[in-house]
């Protein structure tokens, strides 16, 4: 027998303005993934696995309200888009699951949009038990920016109803680029001498990365392993290379 989880009600903020900074949709996204990773740890709960499926169902919907500028069909209830609700979405899009969340919200004019929208979630107590919810396991997270300047945040949580493939891996950018490397059709960005480390969950298969070097247009891919450390490098011949690290 399913159990699912309902989702908690939308959350409708406007923020008083303050000075804002350029981000990226992908940074936002990373940096509000990482405080509430940060949060569940420190609540005992384990770190969520990004899930392709789940982030692009999160995606299309922040992306559609920020297009529309809309929060939701109503511009009301954003958990409401294109006449359809969460599971309907989820469902949708041939996900399977066993518990389904979704925590959705705005915020306008702030210096940093990530930190805003995961302090007010925490603050609201529907919101926040979706955040440490042990009984979920995979998510999908992301923001958008609309004309108006609001950035549009939906976050799905779920248990999923298949074994998905899970790796958690560290990166280290030892060369003194900017690497672009992509999991699925998620593209993120290593700045030169930083390090992360990261979770991405699909539904069965290998989990590869794929980066397009800066000295090249060709991209190549990579298998990547559970609990396995890697470091993007250069050679003192100028060649790029993913390596495996061994520690």
Request: no cysteine; proline share 4%; aromatic share 10%.
């Amino acid at each position: 027998m399913f159990r699912r989880t309902l989702p908690a009600l939308g959350l409708l903020l406007l923020f008083a303005a303050a000075p804002a900074f350029a981000q990226t949709p992908e940074e936002i996204e990373k940096s509000t993934l990482e405080q509430i990773n940060a949060y569940r740890d420190k609540k005992g709960s384990a770190k969520l696995a990004l899930d392709e499926k789940l982030q692009a169902i999160a995606e299309k919907h922040a992306q559609g309200m920020a297009r529309a500028d809309k929060y939701g069909d109503d511009d009301r209830n954003g958990h409401v888009w294109d006449g359809k609700n969460p599971s309907e979405r989820v469902q949708a899009a041939g996900y399977k699951f066993l518990r389904l969340g979704e925590n959705v919200g705005w915020n306008l004019l702030q210096k940093d949009p990530a930190k805003v929208m995961v302090e007010t979630w925490i603050a609201s107590s529907p919101h926040e038990k979706n955040l440490v919810n042990k009984g979920f396991t995979h998510t999908g997270l992301a923001a958008a920016k609309g004309k108006s300047g609001k950035w549009y945040f939906v976050q799905v949580f779920s248990k999923p109803a298949f074994t998905p493939t899970t790796v958690t891996v560290s990166l280290e950018n030892k060369t003194k680029k900017t690497i672009t490397y992509r999991v699925g059709k998620k593209s993120y960005e290593l700045k030169a001498g930083e390090s992360e480390e990261a979770t991405h969950s699909r539904e069965g298969g290998k989990i590869r990365l794929a980066v397009t070097w800066p000295d090249s247009e060709k991209e190549e891919t990579f298998d990547l392993e559970d609990k396995a450390s890697y470091a993007f490098t250069r050679n003192d011949k100028d060649k790029y290379a993913f390596e495996k690290v061994t520690k």
